[in-house]
C-alpha cells in the first residue's frame, strides 16, 4: 500500500525562523509531538517535543534566543509518497525515528507518516486476518 493512503496530510508546519514558543505553543494546541520545518514548501527538518527538552531546557538555553533552526534535526529523512509501507518501516528502523515527512515527486511537503500510524495500521490488519481465521476454525 503506497504512503500517500496511509499519510496524514494535516502536517503543523514552521519556518525556520520560527519561535520554539511558537513551535511549543503549536504542539500543544495540535496535541501532537512534533513540527515539520520547511523552507517554502520543502521539508528541512523536524522538531519535536523532546528536542524542545532537551536542546533547550537540558542546556538552559534563553528561550528567547532560541528559534526553530535552532533545535529541529537537521538530517531529516523523508519518504516519497509513492513508497510503500515496507520502504517507510526500513527508514525509520534504520534512521531510529519515528516520524517521516512524506513528499511529492517535486520534494515537497505533502504529509507525514509516524511509527504510531504504522503500528495500528498493523494492528487493523491483525484484527482482519483473526476475523478470517475465527470464521473458518471448526467449531471444538
Sequence with gaps: MP???????????AATDESIHELAAAMQDEE????????????V????????????????ADPDEVS???VMSDDLQTIEH???FYEATE??????IRRLPV???????????????LNELLADE???????????????
Excluded at 504512503?3 to 508546519?13: G, Q
Excluded at 491483525?126 to 471444538?140: N, T
Design 3 to 13: 504512503i500517500e493512503n496511509l499519510a496524514r496530510s494535516d502536517v503543523v508546519t
Design 32 to 43: 501532537i509531538g512534533s513540527v515539520v520545518i520547511t523552507d517554502g514548501d520543502t521539508p
Design 45 to 60: 527538518g523536524i522538531a519535536t517535543d523532546r528536542d524542545l527538552t532537551m536542546q533547550v531546557l537540558a542546556e538552559r
Design 68 to 70: 526553530a533552526e535552532d
Design 82 to 84: 509513492g513508497a510503500g
Design 91 to 96: 527508514l525509520m528502523s534504520e534512521h531510529g
Design 103 to 117: 513528499t511529492n515527486t517535486d520534494g515537497d511537503l505533502s504529509g507525514i507518516i509516524t511509527a504510531d500510524d
Design 126 to 140: 491483525h484484527q482482519e486476518l483473526a476475523r478470517v481465521i475465527r470464521s473458518q476454525r471448526p467449531p471444538y
